[in-house]
C-alpha cells in the first residue's frame, strides 16, 4: 500500500482540526495566515481522502476513517495524460500583441512557447498586464523576452499522476502545467510539449467523479 505524501500545509491543517474540532476553514485560514480560497484545494484533498469530515454550519472534524480510501486509490490511477487538454503554442519570435490575441481567442491563461518544436517557455496572462502596464511596444517585443524560461518551468511527463498535477497547481501557484515528452537529440536532453494539464481539467475530473459516484 502506498503512503500518502500530504504538504506541510495539509499536516497543519490536520494538527488544527485534531486540536480545536470542530473548526471553519475561515478559523483555518486565519490561523494558517491564508486566504479561504487558498485553502480550499488542501481541504478538498484531505475530505476527499478520509482524513477529515466536512459539517455543514459546523465546520470540520478529524475523521475516524481510514486516510487510505478508495477513491484515492482511483484518483492516484489517473494520469496526466488521461485528463490533458490541447495546449495553446505560439512561437518565440511572436509578438506579445498577437499572442495577447491568442491568449483571449483560446480563451486560456497561459501560452506556452516553443522554438523549432521544442519547449523554451511559458507565459502568463500576469507576464502580459506587466508589460501592458509598461507602455512597451507590444506590436514590435517577441513574447520570447518576456516569457518564463526553461529550466525555470514546472512540469508533467505523461504518466505523472492526476493527484501529482493537482499538488504541483497548488504548491507552484500556476492555473496550468504543460505536459511533456523528453528525447535525445545530438546527446542532448529536449523537451517536446504534447498537452497541458490546468485547474480546469482538475475540475472537470471531480465532476465526472462526482456524476459517475
Not at 480550499?40 to 469530515?53: E, K, Q, S, V
Request: with cysteine; hydrophobic share 40%; net charge neutral.
Amino acid at each position: 500500500m502506498d503512503v500518502i505524501k500530504f504538504s506541510s500545509r495539509q499536516q497543519k491543517i490536520m494538527e488544527l482540526v485534531k486540536k480545536g474540532a470542530p473548526i471553519t476553514s475561515e478559523q483555518l485560514a486565519d490561523k494558517i495566515g491564508v486566504t479561504r480560497a487558498a485553502l480550499r484545494p488542501d481541504l478538498a484533498i484531505l475530505t476527499m481522502t478520509g482524513i477529515l469530515d466536512a459539517k455543514p454550519k459546523v465546520g470540520y472534524i478529524y475523521s475516524n476513517k481510514p486516510s487510505y480510501s478508495l477513491l484515492y486509490d482511483y484518483i492516484r490511477n489517473i494520469n496526466a495524460e488521461d485528463i490533458m487538454s490541447k495546449p495553446v503554442v505560439v512561437d518565440e519570435n511572436t509578438t506579445v500583441y498577437d499572442a495577447i490575441v491568442n491568449l483571449f481567442l483560446n480563451d486560456v491563461g497561459t501560452l506556452f512557447v516553443e522554438n523549432n518544436g521544442i519547449l523554451t517557455g511559458a507565459v502568463s496572462r500576469k507576464d502580459f498586464l506587466k508589460i501592458a502596464i509598461g507602455g512597451t511596444d507590444m506590436k514590435n517585443v517577441p513574447v520570447g523576452i518576456i516569457m518564463t524560461r526553461m529550466p525555470n518551468i514546472v512540469f508533467l511527463e505523461r504518466k505523472d499522476t492526476a493527484y501529482t498535477a493537482a499538488q504541483k497547481i497548488m504548491e507552484h501557484e500556476v492555473d496550468c502545467l504543460p505536459v511533456i515528452e523528453k528525447s535525445m537529440e545530438d546527446s542532448k536532453e529536449i523537451l517536446k510539449i504534447v498537452g497541458k494539464v490546468s485547474k480546469t481539467n482538475i475540475t472537470r475530473l471531480f465532476v465526472k467523479m462526482g456524476e459517475n459516484n
